[in-house]
């Protein structure tokens, strides 16, 4: 084993975290501690010896460990000759261990919502532990395998991969230097910032701070940030910079981000039976042998100009004074004069996977959690461990083999390491007494359950008392923890979004928990038809700022994801059912074999949209797009975003499918022209009937 390894790195920390705990309220000079601890004594030079000891304490801290630098002075009163070679560390244990706290059953499932709202993020692995940590009932396996909590599976993270590094960023207020590349912007530019808040109003996340080049409050996606923010010491060369508001207003960048608008409502021209996904809450004005014409509301402009160019030549705004007359005339020309350019001229490869290998910061939390849980009641049951742990069994057998060769330093300390007994399933660590508890949850671990817990009391379909449980949960986390942790959450607003189907939402999810058989109207895009479903509610979900349902419809006979938005007349049957053995996923694409493959350039402003189709291949173009190979299940679905993008979903390949796109635009294009208007594209228009 490598003395670079995970395993070593591991060995050495905790061998770190065991000479300070042996050195008490005293304790241990940094000659001490290079003397001690192997690593540190076989470091081949001063600059490594440094780097190492610097980044151990970091971990430690990291993880709540209170570790302490202090001198001689300040011990004795008497002043020191020499206060950095009498500086010397130790461990606080009045502030190490985590207080226990009593939850109801209630708290408890409030506690897991929160937990599972991470998911799939880097938080994920820290907030699992945190509650393995914070809940010491012996209930607790019991409870968390007949919890429901994933029953609402909407995330607080997904993919932003600096959300983490930004909540340290916010909780301190700090000035942040990165590279950020806005809409249509041909490089990235850098951006000086002091961050106030991160906040999340339509399932996206955004910084919020003051922009010291620009003078004033702005708001960045994290998505596009495109380097690593530093934080900048010192003030030489920035402006000023004030600190977040009492006053500031969250609210208003939900309205900003998501396009939300007063009420507002405009007249359709719908092909006869057609356009099935727009006729959802119309009001019908009147009828014609090949049309309708139809009234709808809306709220969020941009979002209706883009279904109402989706639906293509079967959907038309017939006032041209209408603002969305425009706005979709806008998104056909834009598509038809993406779809004319010269094709980008890149080299297709299988796309990075993110590595999901644990950090020393997991490692030797992981081995201090095992600890301090085994400690906490003399021992603890196999399975209840790798659970509070958040490892799988093969996991938990090398983090207990590791244990074995953690402790006390063994050159200096020959058989002072950890021993790990397994007896009818249960585990025991002895020599290991100096942690007799679970530790304190670090301030990252403490505001993510925070936050996770002001979101969940938001989750539609909760009862009454299920909300009161969740407060009174969020009310215990901040009792046990420090006021750094009620600063760091107010700072990052976190909510779940399902837009204007916080209602429909509420029913389903509530179907979803008591198992009850639903049965509905779905309006389906893709086959621009409306039919009659009875669905087993599986579970709630959202991708790309919509919310879905996860059904086995008995109507298709398996597994189907219905978007809210489309789901119409819902009612409930009275009947329950019993849980199928295939599970609902995160992942909403499900391969069936009989996918197109396609090729697409995605705009930079919509790369977001890439991960959620699984791509095969892509390549990221200079301009910060990106040209992936996806499959589709229906082929025309590509014509429907090629127009509902305007132009930032371009149909690349295979040859033929560009070239329908082309034609559906053109006639969708055509129903807009008049005698003074025709396409941008520089071709000729084409007459509903196909005439030119």
């Known amino acids: 084993m490598s003395a670079a390894s995970p395993a070593r790195s591991t060995e050495r920390i905790v061998s770190l975290l065991w000479v300070l705990l042996a050195g008490g309220r005293r304790g241990v000079t940094r000659d001490y501690l290079v003397k001690a601890v192997d690593a540190y004594a076989l470091s081949t030079s001063p600059a490594a010896l440094e780097k190492m000891f610097t980044r151990d304490k970091e971990v430690l801290r990291g993880i709540g460990v209170p570790l302490e630098a202090f001198t001689v002075q300040d011990e004795t009163g008497f002043e020191s000759s020499d206060p950095v070679a009498d500086t010397r560390y130790r461990i606080d244990e009045d502030r190490m261990y985590l207080p226990t706290v009593p939850f109801s059953n209630g708290e408890r499932l409030a506690l897991m919502r929160a937990e599972s709202a991470w998911a799939g993020s880097d938080l994920g692995h820290a907030v699992v532990r945190a509650l393995g940590r914070v809940d010491a009932g012996e209930d607790w396996l019991d409870t968390r395998s007949a919890s429901d909590h994933e029953a609402f599976g909407v995330r607080l993270a997904g993919a932003d991969r600096y959300l983490t590094e930004l909540g340290d960023v916010v909780r301190d207020q700090a000035v942040i230097r990165f590279s950020y590349r806005k809409v249509h912007a041909d490089r990235p530019e850098v951006r000086t910032v002091r961050a106030w808040a991160l906040t999340n109003p339509t399932g996206v996340w955004y910084l919020v701070g003051w922009d010291l080049d620009r003078g004033e409050q702005r708001t960045f996606r994290l998505t596009r940030i495109e380097s690593d923010p530093v934080v900048v010491t010192g003030s030489r060369g920035i402006g000023p910079a004030p600190s977040r508001p009492a006053d500031l207003d969250l609210a208003a960048v939900r309205a900003a981000v998501s396009g939300e608008r007063t009420p507002a409502s405009t007249r359709l021209r719908l092909a006869a039976g057609r356009a099935v996904q727009l006729r959802l809450g119309a009001e019908v004005l009147a009828s014609e042998p090949d049309a309708d014409l139809v009234?709808?509301?809306?709220?969020?402009?941009?979002?209706?100009?883009?279904?109402?160019?989706?639906?293509?030549?079967?959907?038309?705004?017939?006032?041209?004074?209408?603002?969305?007359?425009?706005?979709?005339?806008?998104?056909?020309?834009?598509?038809?004069?993406?779809?004319?350019?010269?094709?980008?001229?890149?080299?297709?490869?299988?796309?990075?996977?993110?590595?999901?290998?644990?950090?020393?910061?997991?490692?030797?939390?992981?081995?201090?959690?095992?600890?301090?849980?085994?400690?906490?009641?003399?021992?603890?049951?196999?399975?209840?461990?790798?659970?509070?742990?958040?490892?799988?069994?093969?996991?938990?057998?090398?983090?207990?083999?590791?244990?074995?060769?953690?402790?006390?330093?063994?050159?200096?300390?020959?058989?002072?390491?950890?021993?790990?007994?397994?007896?009818?399933?249960?585990?025991?660590?002895?020599?290991?007494?100096?942690?007799?508890?679970?530790?304190?949850?670090?301030?990252?671990?403490?505001?993510?359950?925070?936050?996770?817990?002001?979101?969940?009391?938001?989750?539609?379909?909760?009862?009454?008392?299920?909300?009161?449980?969740?407060?009174?949960?969020?009310?215990?986390?901040?009792?046990?923890?420090?006021?750094?942790?009620?600063?760091?959450?107010?700072?990052?607003?976190?909510?779940?979004?399902?837009?204007?189907?916080?209602?429909?939402?509420?029913?389903?999810?509530?179907?979803?928990?008591?198992?009850?058989?639903?049965?509905?109207?779905?309006?389906?895009?893709?086959?621009?038809?409306?039919?009659?479903?009875?669905?087993?509610?599986?579970?709630?979900?959202?991708?790309?700022?919509?919310?879905?349902?996860?059904?086995?419809?008995?109507?298709?006979?398996?597994?189907?994801?219905?978007?809210?938005?489309r789901i119409d007349a819902l009612e409930e049957t009275g009947e329950g059912f019993e849980p199928r053995e295939a599970p609902p996923s995160d992942h909403l694409f499900r391969s069936r074999g009989d996918e197109t493959t396609v090729t697409v350039h995605f705009a930079h402003r919509i790369r977001d949209l890439v991960p959620g189709f699984d791509p095969a291949r892509t390549a990221t173009l200079e301009d910060g797009s990106v040209v992936a190979e996806i499959r589709l299940a229906r082929p025309d679905y590509a014509h429907a975003q090629a127009a509902r993008f305007g132009g930032e979903f371009r149909v690349l390949a295979p040859q033929h499918l560009a070239e329908s796109t082309v034609d559906w635009l053109r006639r969708a294009r055509a129903g807009y022209v008049t005698d003074c208007s025709s396409p941008r594209d520089g071709t000729t228009a084409r007459r509903p009937d196909g005439v030119a």
């Open 295 to 565: 009234r709808v509301t809306y709220t969020r402009p941009a979002e209706m100009a883009g279904s109402i160019a989706a639906a293509g030549p079967l959907a038309t705004v017939p006032d041209a004074d209408d603002p969305l007359h425009a706005a979709v005339v806008a998104l056909l020309d834009a598509a038809l004069a993406a779809h004319a350019a010269p094709a980008p001229d890149v080299t297709l490869t299988a796309p990075r996977r993110r590595r999901n290998r644990r950090s020393d910061r997991d490692r030797v939390a992981a081995v201090v959690d095992a600890i301090g849980l085994a400690n906490r009641r003399d021992g603890i049951g196999r399975a209840e461990l790798a659970e509070r742990l958040n490892v799988r069994d093969g996991e938990l057998d090398a983090l207990l083999n590791e244990l074995w060769f953690c402790g006390m330093p063994e050159r200096q300390f020959a058989g002072q390491q950890f021993e790990v007994h397994e007896q009818g399933g249960r585990i025991r660590i002895t020599q290991a007494e100096r942690l007799s508890g679970p530790l304190r949850l670090s301030v990252p671990e403490a505001a993510a359950l925070v936050i996770g817990l002001r979101a969940a009391a938001g989750i539609p379909g909760l009862t009454d008392q299920e909300r009161r449980d969740t407060d009174s949960a969020l009310h215990k986390i901040l009792e046990a923890s420090g006021p750094e942790v009620h600063q760091a959450g107010e700072g990052i607003v976190a909510g779940f979004d399902v837009g204007p189907h916080a209602a429909l939402a509420g029913r389903l999810h509530a179907a979803v928990r008591e198992r009850r058989l639903v049965r509905f109207r779905y309006h389906a895009a893709a086959t621009d038809e409306s039919t009659q479903r009875t669905v087993e509610p599986l579970r709630l979900t959202a991708e790309s700022g919509h919310g879905y349902l996860q059904a086995w419809c008995r109507t298709s006979d398996g597994l189907r994801n219905f978007r809210l938005d």
